[in-house]
């Protein structure tokens, strides 16, 4: 599946809250897809693997089996550098089937701002 080429509303800085952040470059509206980010779908064998590996900070999950198993996906680009915030300015969805994460301003953005996203509470029910 082709994905359209756009300017990029982001850039990956230093952060206050964790080493490495993603930063609004440029405005961003309440509402505006930031960019939509292609995962890779592990296999519930790599999952399993990946939750004893620093690499687990940085998955998204994408579906659920009958008994309760999760599949991670790895993020490509710079949504894997958004950091955790229970008062987020972002959402973002998990699309399996597409093996896309769509990441959306909560709010609007001035460049400068962090884009941080909550994953606790999503988190929460995947553990």
Same mark, same amino acid.
């Given at each position: ?12 800085? !230093? ?11 440029? $405005? ?9 980010? $292609? ?7 790599? !999952? ?51 093996? !896309? ?27």
């Amino acid at each position: 599946m082709p994905y359209p080429a756009q300017a990029s509303f982001v850039e990956v800085k !230093t952060s206050p809250f964790h080493g490495r952040g993603l930063f609004a470059a440029a $405005p961003i509206s309440a509402g505006q897809t930031i960019a939509v980010y $292609p995962l890779l779908v592990l296999s519930h064998e790599d !999952t399993a693997t990946v939750r004893s590996t620093l690499l687990h900070h940085y998955v998204f999950y994408v579906d659920e089996t009958d008994d309760g198993t999760m599949r991670a996906a790895v993020a490509f680009g710079e949504i894997s550098m958004c950091n955790h915030s229970p008062e987020a300015n972002a959402d973002f969805v998990v699309d399996g089937e597409a093996h !896309t994460v769509t990441l959306t301003a909560r709010r609007a953005l001035q460049p400068g701002d962090e884009i941080l996203i909550d994953y606790e509470e999503f988190a929460e029910e995947i553990i």
